[in-house]
């Protein structure tokens, strides 16, 4: 079984320029997260969709962050503009369907560079 | 604000010894609890999840639950040097909603 793709797996930019993740979680999948890791820190939750729903975005920045997930199964998370604190690595992870044990599957995340 | 703690560490462990690793959380109405192992530059890999008090053994792994005391450990016994890497402690505080401490690294040395 395919565990979470993403891509790109690293990324430079500068500030004030738009940067994009792509996310393609396991198949049968329907829960999808992404996270934000910093350094030294635990995964912190941005973006939570239930299928095409986004039920959690409590913590996206919302003025500069936006996600979506259409049809349900690839997704999409984008910083326009981009500052010096965004470079962090970007995780997104996939929990099936059907239970409520929470378990999430990780992919290998993004590592972005905001010079 | 719930919270997860874990003791960041470097935990330094000989070679075959057992590791220890301990979390405490802040939320009484957690019911699901994991474990993670994130190498260094890699994304963190679920090994353990415990669900209900005593204990739940995975091969050399041991998930330990106490929901009285808010307190959930690891346990690796015959610690390898591949064992090296920060452990982190993850919590769900709500309807698939997980969040997770800053993590112990846990160094075996030979």
């Known amino acids: 079984e395919a565990g979470v793709v993403q891509s790109p797996r690293y990324k430079i930019i500068e ?20 996270y934000l890791q910093n350094l030294g820190q635990g995964p912190e939750l941005l973006i939570r969709y ?10 996206l920045p919302k003025d500069r ?12 998370l984008k ?11 970007y995780l997104c992870a996939s929990s099936p369907d059907g239970t409520t044990d929470y378990e999430q599957y990780f992919g290998p995340g993004t590592r972005l560079t905001v010079t | ?11 330094s462990v000989p070679e075959g010894a057992i590791a220890s690793l301990n979390c405490t959380y802040s939320d009484r ?10 190498y260094s530059g890699k994304s963190p890999e679920l ?39 920060t452990y982190l402690c993850a919590v769900n505080v709500g309807a698939s909603k997980i969040i997770f401490g800053s993590g112990t690294r846990l160094s075996i040395r030979p």
């Not at chain 1, 239930?50 to 913590?59: C, F, G, K």
């Not at chain 2, 346990?75 to 390898?80: E, Y």
């Open chain 2, 47 to 85: 090994i353990m999840s415990i669900y209900s008090n005593g204990d739940k053994e995975d091969g050399r792994f041991t998930a330990q639950l106490n929901k009285a005391s808010q307190y959930v450990s690891l346990l690796i016994r015959d610690s390898q040097p591949s064992d090296s890497a």
């Open chain 1, 15 to 34: 500030k004030k320029q738009p940067v994009a993740f792509w996310c393609n979680p396991i198949s049968g999948h329907n829960t999808l997260y992404w």
């Open chain 1, 65 to 76: 962050f936006s996600a979506e997930r259409l049809k349900g199964v690839d997704s999409t």
């Open chain 2, 29 to 38: 109405g957690s019911q699901s609890f994991f474990w993670y192992r994130q």
């Open chain 1, 79 to 89: 910083i326009q503009p981009a500052e010096l604190g965004d470079s962090a690595v």
């Open chain 2, 1 to 11: 604000q719930k919270e997860v703690e874990q003791n960041s560490g470097p935990l």
């Open chain 1, 50 to 59: 239930e299928n095409e729903e986004a039920v959690d975005d409590s913590q």
